[in-house]
């Protein structure tokens, strides 16, 4: 069956990749799965058809059959966990790459999406340029010990999986900051992970959306 | 085959149950797991050993027989995936209850954090007190959400899971702030999670090292 996910009408990063469908269809590409792409507009995701779907107003969404899901951490999950590829067949090894799932999203992208915040959030306040500092040594903090863990390995834990895959979209917002350069070997595995065919495929994927709107728009 | 967790030697919060072990002893009582717990100090979470279990510097680990976790999304997964009680068996209903621990650890808890982190974060600052109610307006943006979806049911899926044993951990962070109490329904959704016995004694095994360390401190 199918998949059916949803995605930005109207990128906001005009087609960088950074919207979180593209960890999604990233995961799609990895295991080989076609997927179809519902367009949804910033006031359709606050609307109750939407909000039925993902109660939060955003996306992605998933959406296969009768099943319904949202966050990407626990759509990339069941994608790998259904199919193989993005995580290890050992039942140990599958919990230990779920591990670096979560460490993804709960350990590394809270304090990089509040530091890719702030000039949105409170730019405008007195206190902005203040924080920013406060905001980045906390990124480097955490940026210290993920390098120290990876080292010279290629991904996180044996085999490119769904770890590597949420950490380096959580990764990918540091752009434009500065911060990732301060660490070759991150680098290096986040240009490893954008290098691979599945990537590159999402990526487009995505872009074309954005393409075709700019087009269309003029 | 025993697992053992590590926890705070020293309870930064006196034992009222908001340190991340919690969430793992919770976990395990739900099951019928036995445990064995390894207390670290401050000191040694910044050590070479403990970084090798933890990365980040953080608890609890979890170590069961050649298998080590950290990340207690991870481990509470982990240990739900492997037992019976925290996760339906149905497939798609899995990845549903899935869906709310993340939901739990990348959508809620982050803006909780943060309120909860900023007067140790920049309560000097001459920013903090503007921040503030930033702050709890972002947070009262995802209780509005979360609030709606739950409506009058008892737990966010269904039968109680590790979601909601994850999202009651999460809403108990706000103990104090007020903000929980402007939503009845969450407030009584965390006091009947707080109910369950397993929680009450997950609650008192956490107390009791507490409760044993001021005794042989006095």
């Not at 085999?159 to 660490?183: C, H, K, P, Q």
Request: proline share 5%; glycine share 6%; charged share 25%.
């Amino acid at each position: 069956m199918t998949p059916t996910i949803t995605a930005f009408e109207q990128s906001p990063d005009r087609g960088q990749g950074m919207a979180r469908d593209m960890r999604v269809r990233w995961a799609l590409e990895e295991v080989g799965q076609v997927y179809d792409v519902r367009l949804v507009s910033f006031k359709a995701m606050k609307e109750a058809a939407h909000l039925a779907l993902q109660p939060f107003g955003q996306i992605p969404t998933y959406e296969e059959g009768d099943l319904a899901l949202f966050e990407t951490g626990a759509i990339v999950l069941h994608i790998a966990d259904r199919n193989t590829g993005l995580l290890p067949a050992d039942a140990n090894a599958w919990s230990r790459a779920i591990t670096w799932m979560f460490a993804a999203l709960n350990t590394l992208e809270p304090p990089i999406l509040e530091l890719e915040q702030a000039p949105y959030l409170d730019g405008d306040k007195p206190w902005h340029s203040g924080r920013m500092r406060m905001l980045e040594d906390r990124v480097r903090f955490r940026l210290d010990q993920l390098s120290s863990r990876l080292g010279n390995a290629d991904w996180l834990e044996g085999a490119f999986s769904a770890g590597d895959l949420l950490m380096a979209t959580v990764l990918r917002r540091l752009e434009g900051s500065g911060l990732l350069e301060e660490y070759p070997n991150l680098s290096a595995y986040v240009a490893r992970a954008m290098a691979r065919p599945a990537y590159r495929r999402a990526f487009d994927a995505q872009l074309a959306v954005f393409t075709a709107a700019s087009t269309g728009a003029e």
